[in-house]
Nanobody, 126 residues
Framework: QVQLVESGGDSVQAGGSLRLSCAAS????????MGWFRQSPGKEREGVAA????????YYADSVKGRFTISQDKAKKTVYLQMNSLKPEDTAMYYC???????????????????WGQGTQVTVSS
């Protein structure tokens, strides 16, 4: 079992920056993927960024490439999402997720995540 706790959500002006954090606990797996997803009212949940802990491979949705950066501190079991040049369309509830038995290929699928955090709200105003 993996427990995930997100933090860092806030309200910012367009063009601003935020850093989300996701602290993981309880997992005995050393090789897995962690990802950030988001969902806004009336829209389906979408993958934003993911990282494969085995090789630090990262993957991003086209909508955030060049603006968002996912990183991890393996010692702290924490994953971060640095979000720069935020746009109003980035407004959403952001969820951290984890999956075991991942790979540098599977990290690109945004699928198979079976552990989820409670979410943290990001609001970007114009």
């Amino acid at each position: 079992q993996v427990q995930l706790v997100e933090s860092g959500g806030d309200s910012v002006q367009a063009g601003g920056s935020l850093r989300l954090s996701c602290a993981a606990s309880g997992s005995s797996h050393s090789i897995f993927c962690m990802g950030w997803f988001r969902q806004s009212p009336g829209k389906e949940r979408e993958g934003v960024a993911a990282i494969y802990s085995g090789g630090d491979t990262t993957y991003y949705a086209d909508s955030v490439k060049g603006r968002f950066t996912i990183s991890q501190d393996k010692a702290k079991k924490t994953v971060y999402l640095q979000m720069n040049s935020l746009k109003p369309e980035d407004t959403a509830m952001y969820y951290c997720a984890a999956r075991a038995w991942c790979s540098s290929f599977l990290v690109r699928t945004f699928s198979g995540y079976n552990y989820w955090g409670q979410g943290t709200q990001v609001t970007v105003s114009s």
